[in-house]
């Protein structure tokens, strides 16, 4: 009897261990190949090379919400759909990790980015159409139709490659299209390997591109009330909430992606950051959005979480008043400016005589700084970085057109003058 239960112990152990050899190995390679779960932990196969090598990266990893969520390593890296796969010692990955990659876990929050301007439009600003596919391009027109089917940026060309690489480029590599047919990177914003939601919410991520004279939103939001507040109570906010669990005791002072994004006391969580916006603020002369009251309602929702209505709304008639003002000084020189291009006084290549620099100084700098200014709460770039500049610009600007009126007619009247003297 004895002997009857220790061969039926070990056939059946046996059995098991070739069904789960045979089930092994109908798995596709990719599978059979790739790292365990366990193998993203400090004592890992993937750590084991890369605690050494790029120690921080593994750092990062161990202490972000995926990995206390179980995601590995390979979930991550490994190919999505039409991406290039490499042998990375002895492992199947893609080549880069894109923003496919991430919407196989958060498809909701791509779609919502592939909508936004941050997608196809922000790279189209620089590299203009020529990057995108056929199916790129259509997508991104049904939300932005004369954002990204444009010719490249004349400026950023004659500044040259090295500043479209490291420059404008490095910004506008949000929207970038990728080989593997999907639009730009959520890392930008996140971070690789911390894939941080405080990232996210901290000012200066939002200032690694919205900063400087043609958008100074970072320097705006440290000056106003909001920025000052935020600097001095940061560190007794919970940064790392749930963005669609966060409430006014989380964050009870906003910053820029509490006020573009988030899903505060209820307000849905967006990755569309145009969805609250009800103007092109970015335009020479701006005009009112498509959703424009849609854009206002849903901004002033989360206003009113920390507001009262007749604030807000004194706030956003004071702010639409500087942007008509704002547009009726950038108008004025706008119709200067075409009046010396109808009479043949410029030539018609680009930035190539000093009044088309002082006339893109006036409304891309100057302008765009006052109404953002004003919808952002600060007072000095409304008036200082933003009217006083507008104003001295209009001045030289009338007095460079006058010059170059007056040149002109000196060379007809010498021109007379010969006719004249050939005629005698």
């Known amino acids: 009897m004895k002997f009857k239960h220790v061969f039926l112990a070990v056939f059946l152990g046996t059995a098991l261990v070739v069904a789960a ?17 366990e193998h993203v932990k400090a004592t890992g196969k993937c750590a084991e090379c890369h ?16 990995a206390k969520e179980g995601v590995t390593c390979l979930d991550c890296h490994q190919p999505a759909d039409n991406q290039k796969k490499v042998d990375h010692r002895g492992f199947t990955i893609g080549e880069t990790v894109t923003s496919k990659n991430c919407s196989t876990c958060h498809a909701n929050e791509y779609d919502q980015y592939r909508r ?24 991104a027109k049904k939300y932005h139709p004369e954002a990204v089917d444009r010719p490249a940026n004349k400026l950023a060309q004659m500044e040259g490659p090295g500043a479209i690489a490291s420059g404008c480029g490095a910004c506008h590599s949000i929207g970038r299209p990728n080989p593997d047919g999907s639009i730009g990177t959520c890392t930008e914003c996140h971070s690789a390997h911390k894939a941080s939601v405080r990232l996210a919410r901290m000012p200066e991520t939002c200032g690694q591109c919205h900063m400087g004279p043609d958008h100074s939103q970072l320097e705006i939001f440290k000056e106003s009330k909001h920025g000052v507040l935020f600097n001095s109570q940061k560190a007794h906010m919970n940064l790392d909430a749930d963005p669609k669990e966060l409430t006014t005791k989380d964050m009870p002072v906003p910053t820029c992606s509490t006020c573009h994004m988030s899903g505060l006391e209820g307000n849905g969580v967006t990755h569309n ?9 970015f335009s020479a002369v701006s005009e ?5 009251q849609r854009g206002q309602d849903n901004m002033q929702q989360v206003c009113m979480e920390c ?14 008043t500087v942007v008509r003002t704002t547009n009726e000084k950038v108008k004025e020189m706008e119709q200067l ?3 010396l291009r109808e009479d043949g006084l410029l030539t018609p290549q680009p930035f190539d005589e000093m009044i088309e620099f002082i006339y893109f100084d006036l409304w891309h700098y100057y302008g765009r700084t006052a109404k953002h200014g004003a919808f952002m709460g600060g007072p000095d770039f409304v008036q200082w970085h933003g009217n006083y500049e507008l104003l001295l610009h209009k001045v030289e600007l009338k007095e460079m057109a006058h010059e170059i009126r007056a040149k002109a007619g000196e060379k007809d009247d010498e021109g007379d003058d010969e006719k004249k003297e050939e005629a005698e």
């Not at 050899?21 to 779960?37: M, Y």
């Not at 950051?273 to 603020?281: A, D, E, I, T």
């Not at 009112?288 to 424009?292: G, Q, S, V």
């Open 51 to 66: 605690s050494r090598e790029t120690g921080a990266v593994v750092h990062q990893f161990e202490s972000s919400v995926h």
């Open 288 to 292: 009112k959005r498509p959703n424009y």
């Open 273 to 281: 950051v145009g969805k609250r916006l009800s103007w092109y603020l």
């Open 337 to 339: 400016m075409d009046g």
């Open 21 to 37: 050899f045979l089930f092994n190995r109908a798995r596709p390679d990719h599978q059979v190949e790739q790292p365990t779960p």
């Open 116 to 139: 936004s301007r941050h997608a196809a439009p922000a790279w189209a600003a620089v590299k203009g159409r020529d990057a995108f596919t056929e199916e790129q391009l259509e997508y």
């Open 307 to 320: 507001h009262a209505e007749d604030r807000i709304d004194t706030f956003y008639k004071e702010a639409e």
